[in-house]
């Protein structure tokens, strides 16, 4: 192999490694207080828009990648996640909102690229803590129409497919 | 000498910079771990998203704009506290205290409210409202160069729990 080769893969591998360690800060984070993962992609994400609305669609076409984990009590208790918010701001993440005292909880921090970005954070869905991890770029300018238009049923909510009333549909209980 | 006067101007540059948001980083600080009062920070990061996003129609044009030259929010609110007209009082006298110029005042039995504003050169750089009653008690800090005629739009769209109250202020004022 020649030097610019080598020189060229070492470069490729600077590149690439930032890349992985951005989604590992969380995976290792999580390793220990998961209760449930959650992946999706474009196309999954636009399976939970069960009303088809333009808008969720304009939101989620260009988000290449969302993992949601599901924390576990301790996580909420302790506040072990501010640990991991840390070790993201020492890469260069920034903080874009934060929301949390009482029962609310929303914290979103993002890292910027050319045309896309990265966002981790952490919010509390019916007293549970998530964390997610997100890449690629939202369409946030649609984001106030979307809550216009969106009435209670038209998502698919994904958190609720394994509760015990399996089989029925989450909206019409 | 130069040297003596750069350093008196800098510094008051740097009092200048430390007194904008003094009252909102106060009270964030002071309920910082009280669980009864919610607190909300968005920083300038997320309102330059809006700022590099296309508008589609006449509507997102005018909240991009709207939005696009705001530099931070800051809130501290609770809505279950017993002292909420007295917090209110307090509030409202730190904020006359460092200086802010009082824009509105709605005074009602129920729920009192206060705009004020931090000019400079005629451009309005922070507002903060102040609303207080019941149970209910919100004290808000909007940074950035502010165009009062797009805070209710502002307030309409962001959606966000507590900034309903921003709107009443374009609607009052009619």
């Known amino acids: 192999m020649t030097k610019s080769k080598i020189l060229i893969l070492l470069f490729l591998m600077g590149l690439l490694q930032p890349l992985w360690a951005q989604q590992e800060i969380i995976s290792q984070y999580t390793d220990s207080v998961k209760t449930r993962t959650y992946c999706l992609y474009p196309s999954t994400l636009r399976m939970l828009d069960l009303s088809e609305n333009h808008e969720f669609y ?6 290449e990648k969302l993992v949601i984990y599901s924390l576990d009590s301790t996580a909420g208790a302790d506040k072990s996640y501010l640990q991991m918010i840390k070790a993201y701001q020492e890469i260069g993440f920034e ?8 029962s609310n909880l ?9 045309t896309t970005g990265t966002f981790i954070g952490v919010y509390q869905q019916d007293n549970q803590p998530q964390a ?36 029925q549909n989450p909206h019409h209980q | 000498m130069k040297k003596g006067i750069f350093f008196i101007v800098l510094a008051f ?3 200048g910079v430390f007194a904008q948001g003094e009252v909102i980083t106060s009270y964030f600080n002071k309920y910082a771990d009280n669980d009864a009062f919610t607190k909300v920070s968005v920083s300038s990061k997320m309102f330059s998203m ?5 508008a589609g129609t006449e509507a997102e044009q005018e909240f991009l704009e709207a939005v696009s030259k705001l530099k931070g929010l800051k809130m501290v609110m609770a809505d279950s506290i017993a002292d909420a007209k007295a917090l209110y009082k307090k509030a409202t006298a730190d904020v006359n205290k460092a200086g802010y110029a009082e824009l509105m005042t709605v005074a009602d039995p129920d729920q009192s409210m206060l705009f ?8 309005i750089e922070e507002l903060v409202m102040v609303v207080g009653g019941g149970n209910k008690f919100v004290l808000l800090s909007l940074y950035g160069e502010i165009d009062l005629k797009n805070i209710s ?9 507590g900034l309903e109250d921003l709107g009443r202020m374009h609607h009052d004022k009619k």
């Open chain 2, 153 to 161: 739009r502002i307030a309409r769209d962001m959606k966000v729990q």
């Open chain 2, 13 to 15: 540059l740097s009092a």
């Open chain 2, 50 to 54: 809006f700022t590099e996003m296309e």
């Open chain 1, 95 to 102: 903080e874009y909102m934060a929301m949390y005292g009482g």
């Open chain 1, 58 to 63: 304009d939101v989620v076409n260009n988000i």
């Open chain 1, 132 to 167: 997610f991890y997100l890449k690629g770029a939202i369409g946030w300018n649609k984001i106030p129409e979307l809550f216009e238009k969106f009435q209670e049923g038209d998502l698919l909510n994904i958190f609720q497919l394994n509760n015990k009333k399996r089989g």
């Open chain 2, 116 to 123: 004020s504003i931090k000019e400079n050169n005629g451009i």
């Open chain 1, 106 to 114: 929303f914290l979103l921090y993002g890292l910027e690229e050319s």
